[in-house]
């Protein structure tokens, strides 16, 4: 629930009405905004470019919206590009390590700070 609440003090979700005391009575709408929220943070997007992504669903404004996606898309293409190298050189380690019983273990050797 403190999410929620972190939600509403950024400007993505309205504080929705008590209109029985201090019970929160949240619409479908607060609900499918909620789903968006969270299905665009999975995707990576920051709070602040889903709070764009909201505001441009309001206006449909598409070529900005794919801007951010193509955006997206090139990081998680950084992202996975570093972590495809950082496996091969695990991967190279940990044949070394298999292949070489004398000596340091090439990957405890490879984490030791100089």
Same mark, same amino acid.
């Given at each position: 629930?403190?999410?929620?609440? /972190?939600?509403?003090?950024?400007?993505?979700?309205?504080?929705?009405?008590?209109?029985?005391?201090?019970?929160?009575? /949240?619409?479908?709408?607060?609900?499918?905004?909620?789903?968006?929220?969270?299905?665009?943070?999975?995707?990576?997007?920051?709070?602040?470019?889903?709070?764009?992504?909201?505001?441009?669903?309001?206006?449909?404004?598409? &070529?900005?919206?794919?801007?951010?996606?193509?955006?997206?898309?090139?990081?998680?293409?950084?992202?996975?590009?570093?972590?495809?190298?950082?496996?091969?050189?695990?991967?190279?380690?940990?044949?070394?390590?298999?292949?070489?019983?004398?000596?340091?273990? &090439?990957?405890?050797?490879?984490?030791? &700070?100089?």
């Amino acid at each position: 629930m403190e999410t929620v609440r /972190y939600y509403q003090r950024r400007g993505l979700l309205a504080e929705p009405a008590r209109p029985h005391g201090e019970i929160r009575r /949240y619409s479908a709408e607060d609900l499918r905004r909620l789903k968006f929220i969270r299905s665009a943070q999975a995707a990576g997007f920051t709070l602040a470019e889903i709070g764009e992504l909201l505001e441009l669903s309001a206006s449909d404004d598409r &070529p900005r919206a794919r801007e951010l996606a193509q955006a997206r898309v090139a990081e998680l293409d950084q992202k996975i590009a570093e972590m495809r190298a950082a496996r091969e050189a695990l991967a190279s380690l940990a044949s070394a390590c298999a292949k070489d019983r004398k000596g340091p273990c &090439p990957i405890l050797d490879a984490f030791e &700070p100089n």
